[in-house]
């Protein structure tokens, strides 16, 4: 048995992406078409740009299973780049605003957003969600279910109660939308916003939010700042390239309310309840509390600045001469909320299969189903 971990390599026009995920238990049966289908659920959405016609997504398994079953070794994907142009590519002449161009030119002390803009690139993504997609797998083999669905774009919010009112349809009403949501009455509003800004060469950004189902409590820990999933949650999605606000469950609200309407009591669980005698009367901790899951419902929202690439371009200075000049402009999405929701889905599922690694420990699959089985048994005995 070995610690999950994963990592990426490549650049956004350069051969492939590479992406390794280490820990997986052997025996797990992991479908490709599984995670091509997320690939191509990143590529969908209103407002997406050129590259996603450029780009087709199919995984490449290069180690780590044997007829479509881990064998417990390191998993290697890649992902071909059709748009390998970085070897033809110039070096742009001014840092533009919004990306990591500047302050990495100033970190490496050389005036080359080139080296840093290839890997800063939101393309990176794609091999995460290949990689949370193997991951998720493991999750649903243990009936965890993970669903993101796009809230809110440009100012303009969803009905609050979308994902409930949709209930066990939300995958076919999701599928129907161009914007990974659960709101139809949102549809038409939307896509009116993402032309005007479109017309208007500006972006948009906006709010998903992610639900999983399923978990069993005491996933995380408490005894070290590390082992906190709400640390551990909050890092991964603030990881992704322009994600500016994470909340769990009540949020920035819970700072506005009496502790009387934040905190969840605890009630018996009605009878034949699956993690034993315990539940919570309302889920206003987002399924956390002291950084381990609760059981109930895992809720998240993250906020998503809009793209930073506009193409009517934004005030820079060119590196050489140091003159004022209008950032370039090649081509870009006008927003790409539902294709950041596809990401945190992946990376949410990178983690918390990652912590039922640690709480369910196993070389194999069957390991692990023992050690979960024995822990449901224990929690119907507390």
């Known amino acids: 048995m070995t610690h999950l971990r994963w990592t990426t390599a490549g650049?956004?026009?350069g051969r492939a992406l590479i992406g390794i995920l280490e820990g997986l238990p052997s025996g797990l049966e992991l479908s490709s078409e599984r995670i091509d289908a997320e690939l191509a659920r990143?590529?969908?959405?209103?407002?997406?740009?050129?590259?996603?016609?450029?780009?087709?997504?199919?995984?490449?398994?290069?180690?780590?299973?044997?007829?479509?079953?881990?064998?417990?070794?390191?998993?290697?994907?890649?992902?071909?780049?059709?748009?390998a142009t970085i070897e033809r590519l110039p070096v742009p002449p001014s840092p533009r605003p919004g990306h990591a161009d500047l302050a990495g030119a100033?970190?490496?002390?050389?005036?080359?957003?080139?080296?840093?803009?290839?890997?800063?690139s939101a393309r990176e993504t794609a091999m995460r969600v290949a990689l949370g997609s193997a991951a998720r797998q493991v999750l649903e083999a243990f009936g965890v279910e993970l669903f993101a669905h796009v809230?809110?774009?440009?100012?303009?919010?969803?009905?609050?109660d979308a994902f409930e009112a949709a209930g066990e349809g939300r995958a076919t009403l999701r599928a129907a939308s161009d914007f990974h949501a659960l709101d139809?009455?949102?549809?038409?509003?939307?896509?009116?916003?993402?032309?005007?800004a479109k017309e208007a060469g500006d972006t948009?950004?906006?709010?998903?939010?992610?639900?999983?189902?399923?978990?069993?409590?005491?996933?995380?820990?408490?005894?070290?700042?590390?082992?906190?999933?709400?640390?551990?949650l909050g890092a991964a999605l603030l990881s992704i390239p322009a994600m500016k606000g994470v909340e769990f469950g009540l949020g920035f609200e819970a700072a506005r309310r009496p502790g009387s309407e934040v905190h969840d009591a605890i009630v018996p669980a009605?009878?034949?309840?699956?993690?034993?005698?315990?539940?919570?009367?309302?889920?206003?901790?987002?399924?956390l509390e002291g950084g381990m899951t609760t059981g109930e419902p895992l809720i998240a929202r993250v906020a998503m600045k809009p793209i930073s690439t506009l193409r009517r371009g934004l005030p820079t200075v060119e590196f050489g001469s140091g003159a004022a000049v209008e950032s370039t402009w090649q081509r870009s999405?006008?927003?790409?909320?539902?294709?950041?929701?596809?990401?945190?889905?992946?990376?949410?599922?990178?983690?918390?299969?990652?912590?039922?690694?640690?709480?369910?420990?196993?070389?194999?699959?069957?390991?692990?189903?023992g050690s979960f089985e024995r822990y449901a048994e224990g929690l119907r005995r507390l």
């Open 151 to 160: 809230v809110e774009l440009g100012g303009d919010a969803a009905r609050a």
């Open 270 to 287: 009605a009878d034949g309840a699956r993690w034993g005698r315990f539940a919570r009367a309302t889920n206003r901790a987002g399924g």
């Open 184 to 196: 139809p009455e949102r549809e038409g509003p939307w896509r009116a916003a993402v032309d005007r």
């Open 204 to 232: 948009l950004g906006g709010v998903f939010e992610l639900r999983v189902l399923g978990l069993p409590p005491g996933l995380g820990g408490y005894a070290n700042p590390s082992d906190r999933l709400t640390s551990r």
């Open 11 to 13: 650049e956004s026009h």
């Open 333 to 369: 999405d006008v927003t790409s909320v539902p294709a950041a929701s596809v990401v945190g889905e992946a990376v949410a599922a990178l983690v918390l299969a990652q912590a039922f690694l640690e709480q369910f420990a196993g070389d194999s699959l069957e390991q692990v189903r």
């Open 106 to 120: 100033q970190k490496h002390l050389a005036p080359d957003p080139r080296a840093v803009l290839e890997r800063a």
């Open 42 to 83: 990143r590529q969908q959405g209103w407002g997406r740009g050129g590259r996603m016609r450029i780009e087709s997504d199919r995984v490449n398994v290069l180690a780590g299973l044997r007829a479509g079953r881990t064998l417990g070794s390191p998993l290697a994907l890649s992902l071909e780049n059709r748009d």
